[in-house]
C-alpha cells in the first residue's frame, strides 16, 4: 500500500515575478535577503532529506544579458495589457549576474541542481501569463522552447515540470507543454474558491483558509493525467510570516501541521508551494515556521512512513 507523501514546490522568479507591480529600488533589501539565504534554505532542505521542486523563470538561467537577448524568441506575448510582459524591461536589466544579482541566477540554479532531492523545473521562459487575453498558444509554445533551449544549452537539462506563473493554470496549454518536454504540472487546488473566480472576494476566501477549514480536505489520493500530463495539485500556499500578522501566525501553522497530519494518517498526499522571495521581509521568523513544518513532517515521517517527493518523484511512482 502507498503511503502519504509531502510535496514542496517553490516558484523561483525574483524580480521577474513583478516587473509591472514591484520598484526594485525599493525591493532592493527584499531581494537580497531573498538570495542570502536561499543557500541556507537548499542546506536545510539537504540536512532533513527534503526533496523538493524549483519552477525556475527562464530569464534567471541566463549567463548575461547577451544571452537573455540571444535565447529569447522572435514571438513574444502580446498581452492586452502590455505592462505586464516582462521583455518591457530588459533595458533597465545589468549586463551580468555579477552586476544584477535581481535578474540572472545561474550560480543559484547550480547550487539547485547540486542539492540531493531538488527538481529544476519551468516557471516558463518569461514568466508568462497563459490566462490574459491578447497571448496565443503559438507564444506560448514558443516560451516554452526558449526555456528548454537555455535550460540544455547552460545546463544539460531537460526540465520536466511546469508551474504556470500566478497559477494561471490551462488546460488548453498541457498539449504544448508536453510537446515541449513537460510531464508534470501544477494545478490549482479542487476546491469551490479555486475553481471559480469571486472577484475582489476570491483573495479573502483562500486567505481565510489558511487559517480555518471552509473548504473540503486539501489532500489528494491520486493526480490526474489530462492531455498525457500529470497534473499535481498544489494543496496549501505557505503565506510569508508579518509581523502585522502576529496575532494569526499560530493559526496558520496549526491549520498546515493539521493538514499534514491528515494526509498522513490516510495515506493521501499533500502539496505546499511558495516563493524563495517570501522569506525576504523576515528571514528569521519566516526560517523558524520552516523548521516547525518540516519537525512536524518528520515526527509524521516516523509514525505514518509519509515521505518527501517532489513534482516529478509523484509523476513517476
Known amino acids: 500500500m502507498r503511503t502519504g507523501k509531502f510535496i514542496i514546490s517553490l516558484d523561483f522568479e525574483l524580480h521577474w515575478g513583478g516587473v509591472e507591480k514591484w520598484d526594485l529600488q525599493k525591493k532592493r533589501k527584499y531581494f537580497t535577503d531573498t538570495l542570502h539565504f536561499i543557500p541556507e534554505l537548499l542546506e536545510i532542505f539537504n540536512k532533513n532529506s527534503i526533496r523538493s521542486t524549483w519552477a525556475t523563470v527562464g530569464f534567471l538561467f541566463a549567463y548575461d544579458k547577451k544571452q537573455l537577448l540571444d535565447f529569447s524568441p522572435k514571438l ?10 516582462s521583455y518591457n524591461i530588459f533595458k533597465s536589466v545589468g549586463d551580468n549576474e555579477r552586476v544584477d544579482l535581481f535578474h540572472f541566477a545561474p550560480k543559484l540554479i547550480k547550487d539547485i541542481i547540486n542539492t540531493p532531492g531538488q527538481e529544476l523545473a519551468s516557471h516558463t521562459f518569461s514568466h508568462y501569463y497563459c ?118 501566525q499560530k493559526l496558520k501553522l496549526r491549520r498546515i501541521k493539521g493538514e499534514m497530519s491528515y494526509a498522513a ?53
Not at 76 to 85: F, M, N
Not at 145 to 153: F, L, P, R
Request: glycine share 4%; net charge positive; with cysteine.
Open 131 to 248: 490566462n490574459e487575453p491578447g497571448q496565443t498558444l503559438e507564444q506560448f509554445d514558443a516560451d516554452l522552447k526558449a526555456a528548454q533551449a537555455i535550460a540544455k544549452e547552460n545546463f544539460g537539462i531537460i526540465l520536466q515540470s511546469l508551474v504556470f506563473p500566478r497559477n494561471q493554470f490551462n488546460k488548453s496549454y498541457l498539449e504544448v507543454a508536453r510537446k515541449n518536454g513537460i510531464i508534470a504540472v501544477r494545478s490549482n487546488p479542487s476546491v469551490w474558491f479555486w475553481a471559480k473566480n469571486y472577484g475582489k472576494l476570491t483573495p479573502i476566501f483562500r486567505a481565510l483558509d489558511t487559517l480555518m477549514p471552509i473548504s473540503k480536505s486539501v489532500s489528494f489520493s491520486k493526480i490526474q493525467e489530462e492531455n498525457g500530463l500529470f497534473c499535481v495539485p498544489a494543496s496549501r500556499f505557505f503565506r510569508p510570516y508579518k509581523h502585522s500578522e502576529e496575532k494569526i
Open 76 to 85: 513574444l506575448p502580446s498581452y492586452g495589457r502590455k505592462e505586464l510582459s
Open 265 to 317: 494518517k490516510k495515506n493521501k498526499n499533500y502539496h505546499l508551494w511558495w516563493h524563495p522571495h517570501n522569506s525576504g521581509e523576515d528571514v528569521e521568523n519566516n526560517k523558524k515556521q520552516l523548521l516547525e513544518i518540516i519537525a512536524h513532517y518528520k515526527f509524521l515521517k516516523e509514525k505514518y512512513n509519509f515521505s518527501s517527493a517532489n513534482m516529478l518523484d509523484l509523476a513517476k511512482q
